[in-house]
């Protein structure tokens, strides 16, 4: 193997515990017996079935030893390899000669994180150094760390199998909780027929097949009171005219809590199950209700019917929830989703009950149309226990004679809303930044002349208001209103090119730290804190906000704007799938951190981890989770020319 004398990888092998101490001839010729290999990010090193004919030695990069399953969604990490560790360590019994009583069938497979450069050395160098003590000590010491390493994550491993169980929605499938087969009729079906089925099979659902016999629509017993009878409508009618057509479906291989994500976040109650276009069955939300989670619909009962006294139980309601989500292990983005819809729903029943309090003492309805907005984690969507109140009101323009008793009716307005979430369980935001204060109500015009306000003076509080007010979400009002406000602040962030450079500027000054240290010495020697917030949460928002301004995308949710930016070109296909991991990562660790205090009473939200807490394999992807969010930032500040 060529190797330069001066090549730094050179040096760094000279110098390993396996090859240090022999002349510059005799390292020579053992290089001659040994090969470079280079390993593309994701890259497959060794296979189950890889024969081993020696070892591989890390130079650069990260790899991890995993055990296959039946799929990827299956395999389990048992370690994570670094520069200077051995890749195939545990075919060294071959080598020493012991022979298996069985034959060998392996399980074990390697894939490197990074991109890795490794040496492959053979058996035959290995028997060339074994006589050395130095080289029996290190394999010696190698080989106790690592087996009590994976001892350590099989233990763990084995304690959440055992804490879950195979009944839990990581096991459960569509295909084990829907009503097969599924109930159809065809197209050219007249009504009538469809509700002689619909009784005959005691469904609430029927699906609608084209002439192909793939699925076209869907009727539901709300279609047919409502499209048929309150309408006045004949019952000759066919199927195709009264059905909803191209409706919500899922595969039968899709996990339970992905169904009921899709029935909180899209207002539905049947889901046909399809498979390449072909009815297999119907899963409704009282099916999925009735084998796990009843309490999802008696949490949006509670709300529904919750008065301004009685409000402040809902927030206990939603906790037993995200309890019962967390225990059942459903992935954290998915968790959120269900949640972020209940306190919508909770945020939007606040104003109904603002508005019907005002219409009952006498002050009458909303002058003008108007929208309401989130913002910080409920506007981001990671609000997994009410907190502060962040949000903001915004007003149709009036004439100019009406614009003092319109304001003077949303003041009123929005303060007895802010008593209203108070009580519901949101605590008064210490900044002010609620649709209370002056500063985050007003007209149309009115927001166009604050944000105008905010470029020219480009302060540092300015900075701050702005990042705030870009994590905006719309949840209630007017859409058409909305609408009108979004294209504004389009419009006004693509003539505001010289503020939104300054907020990258005030983002380069709190650069993500480099976690890309060693990971035993990073988590069991220098580092024993990280503040999640501060060291990815907010970078990750910041950036996705710039880089979406820039592409004139705003008001989504962060893997809206990932997703988007992906599609337009801005990051790449590869760059998505780290950012939706990492994002992940660090929500699951902060919801664990926070449900621990609220459970241990204990006062005041944190945002650092003592890493020390965190389990193996937790404290390896929070370290992979942050190094992404560098990237993302280094990557944002590139596009404002700042390197």
């Known amino acids: 193997m060529n190797l330069p004398e001066n090549d ?24 001659d017996a040994c090969a470079l290999k280079n390993y593309e990010k ?65 399980n074990v497979e ?20 074994w006589h050395e003590d130095t080289v029996q000590d290190f394999m010696l010491r190698q080989a106790a760390t690592r087996l009590r390493d994976i001892y350590h994550s099989l233990a763990e491993q084995v304690q959440l199998a055992n804490k879950w169980g195979e009944s839990e929605p990581f096991i459960r499938r569509i295909q084990d909780v829907m009503t097969e087969p599924a109930v159809t009729v065809q197209e050219q079906a007249l009504v009538q027929e469809v509700a002689r089925k619909m009784m005959d099979e005691g469904t609430s659902s029927v699906i609608v097949l084209n002439d192909e016999n793939k699925l076209s629509g869907i009727i539901t017993e709300k279609d047919l009171v409502g499209r048929v009878i309150a309408s006045g409508q004949s019952k ?19 996990y339970y809590y992905e169904a009921m994500s899709m029935f909180l976040m899209n207002k539905i109650k049947h889901l046909p199950v399809e498979e390449a276009g072909r009815p297999l069955g119907m899963v409704t939300l009282s099916d999925l209700l009735q084998k796990k989670n009843r309490g999802t619909l008696e949490v949006i009962q509670t709300i529904e019917e919750s008065t301004i006294t009685s409000i402040g139980n ?54 003008v149309p108007f929208t309401w907005y989130m913002m910080g984690s409920s506007g981001r969507g990671e609000q997994f226990m009410p907190t502060d109140q962040d949000h903001f009101l915004v007003y149709q323009d009036t004439e100019k004679e009406e614009g003092a008793k319109v304001a003077d009716y949303f003041k009123r307005f929005t303060e007895a809303l802010v008593e209203t979430l108070e009580k519901a369980g949101y ?46 979400r719309y949840v209630a009002g007017d859409e058409a209103l909305h609408n009108q406000f979004q294209q504004m602040v389009k419009d006004h962030l693509e003539r505001s090119r010289i503020y939104l450079y300054r907020m990258a ?60 930016l992906s599609k337009a070109d801005v990051i790449s296909e590869e760059m998505n799938e780290e950012l939706f991991d990492a994002y992940e990562v660090i929500l699951s660790i902060r919801m664990k951190q926070g449900l621990e205090r609220s459970k241990d009473n204990r006062e005041g939200p944190t945002s650092e981890v003592h890493v020390r807490h965190l389990r193996t394999r937790e404290k390896e992807q929070l370290i992979h989770a942050i190094k992404t969010i560098r990237t993302l930032q280094q990557q944002t500040l590139a596009s404002f020319g700042m390197f």
């Open 314 to 367: 809902v927030k206990e309601a939603i906790h037993d929830i995200l309890s019962t989500l967390l225990r059942d292990g459903v992935p954290t983005i998915h968790m959120l989703e269900m949640i972020t819809k209940l306190y919508d729903r909770l945020v939007q029943h606040c104003l109904q009950l603002t508005i019907d309090s005002f219409e009952k003492e006498g002050l009458g309805t909303p002058p």
């Open 110 to 129: 390697v894939r490197t994180v990074e991109p890795s450069v490794c040496l492959h050395i053979p058996y035959s160098v290995m028997e060339r150094r």
């Open 42 to 106: 994701s890259e497959k090193v060794l296979y189950s079935n890889s024969p081993r004919h020696g070892l591989l030695l890390i130079l650069k990069g990260v790899a991890e030893v995993f055990v296959a399953g039946s799929d990827e969604h299956q395999q389990e990490v048992l370690e994570v390899l670094e520069i200077g560790d051995m890749i195939g360590f545990s075919s060294l019994a071959d080598f020493l000669g012991e022979q298996p009583e069985h034959a060998v069938i392996h």
């Open 427 to 472: 605590r008064r935001c210490p900044g002010d930044m609620m649709a209370s204060s002056p500063n985050w109500c007003g007209s149309l015009s009115m927001w166009r002349d604050r944000l105008r306000r905010w470029g020219l003076r480009a302060t540092n509080d300015h900075i701050l208001l702005g990042h705030n007010f870009l994590s905006f």
């Open 505 to 564: 500027e005030h983002e380069k000054e709190i650069p993500v730290p480099v976690l890309d240290h060693p990971i035993r010495a990073l988590f069991r020697v220098k580092r024993d804190k990280v503040d999640l917030k501060k060291h990815a949460l907010f970078p990750f928002h910041h950036c996705l906000q710039l880089l979406g301004a820039q592409q004139g995308i705003v008001g989504r949710l962060p893997l809206q704007f990932v997703k988007e």
């Open 236 to 254: 000759t009618q066919k199927a195709y005219e009264v059905m909803t057509k191209n409706p919500y479906t899922i595969s039968r291989h899709a």
């Open 8 to 31: 730094s990888l050179f040096q760094q092998v000279h110098r390993h515990p396996l090859f240090s101490g022999t002349t510059d001839e005799e390292f020579a010729a053992l290089m």
